[in-house]
């Protein structure tokens, strides 16, 4: 998928993919992971969520990655913060308080960086990609961040001939195989959010899953 697709759908303001509320599901999992304060944890695709804010007030480094120039912008004036801008390899450095995002493609971010990151979290990054680019996804991230890194990853499961992604379903067959590699991916909750997604049901989705996993480097 080209990065113009992304771009363009934050110039014409179709983002209903962002969430205007902190994702329940991160609350509840993510102090199951007992990372230590000052833990950096990367975002990747960040958007403008609310999540890099919540994980910022946990005392973690966060560390966003995200193409759109429109979005990053937009969650610092949004969010009344003030941010310092510099530029390096990786693209332009937003930075306030704890929260840094990299405006720029996160296959360019290197291990020099990515090796940093002992934490991770993924809501809408995997489900965002076709199939054809999730396996190199997986493998240039998580193959990067620190050997001790451990992370939440949340996916849909839906039958993907019911409606065109993005977002995209991933199952679990899918995450097992792409992270096998480098990764543990354990699923620690699975629940039917279909009558809570009006516009699935819209396109014809006649069962939608939300999966959350427990991702830890592989010993």
């Given at each position: ?5 992304w771009l ?5 303001g179709?983002?209903?993919?962002h ?5 329940p599901?991160l609350?509840k ?6 990372l230590?304060p000052?833990?950096?944890?990367l975002?990747p695709?960040?958007g403008?969520?609310?999540d890099?804010?919540?994980?910022a007030?946990q005392?973690h480094?966060?560390l966003?990655?995200e193409l759109s120039?429109?979005a990053?912008e937009?969650?610092f004036?949004?969010n009344?913060l003030q941010?310092?801008i ?6 332009s450095?937003?930075?306030?308080g ?11 971010l290197?291990r ?10 993924d809501?809408?990054a995997?489900?965002a990609?076709?199939?054809a680019?999730?396996?190199q996804?997986a493998?240039?991230v998580?193959?990067q961040?620190?050997d001790d890194y451990?992370g ?7 039958p ?6 993005p977002?995209?379903?991933v ?6 195989a792409?992270?096998?590699?480098h990764?543990?991916?354990t699923i ?7 009558a809570?997604e009006?516009?699935?049901l ?8 939300t999966?959350?996993?427990?991702l830890?480097?592989?010993?």
């Amino acid at each position: 998928m080209e990065a113009e697709f992304w771009l363009a759908r934050w110039r014409d303001g179709r983002t209903h993919f962002h969430q205007t509320r902190v994702t329940p599901l991160l609350q509840k999992y993510w102090p199951t992971l007992a990372l230590p304060p000052g833990s950096r944890v990367l975002v990747p695709l960040a958007g403008k969520s609310l999540d890099m804010l919540w994980l910022a007030e946990q005392g973690h480094r966060v560390l966003g990655a995200e193409l759109s120039q429109l979005a990053v912008e937009q969650f610092f004036s949004e969010n009344n913060l003030q941010p310092e801008i510099s530029e390096s390899t990786y693209g332009s450095h937003y930075t306030a308080g704890n929260v840094e995002i990299i405006c720029g493609d996160i296959f360019k971010l290197d291990r020099a960086i990515l090796s940093t990151c002992s934490g991770a979290y993924d809501r809408a990054a995997l489900v965002a990609l076709p199939a054809a680019m999730r396996a190199q996804y997986a493998q240039h991230v998580y193959g990067q961040l620190a050997d001790d890194y451990r992370g939440i990853l949340i996916t849909l499961d839906y039958p993907q001939a019911q409606m065109d992604g993005p977002p995209f379903s991933v199952q679990d067959a899918e995450v097992q195989a792409i992270y096998a590699t480098h990764s543990e991916a354990t699923i620690i909750d699975r629940r039917d959010i279909l009558a809570k997604e009006p516009k699935f049901l819209e396109r014809g989705v006649q069962q939608l899953d939300t999966v959350v996993y427990k991702l830890q480097r592989k010993r």
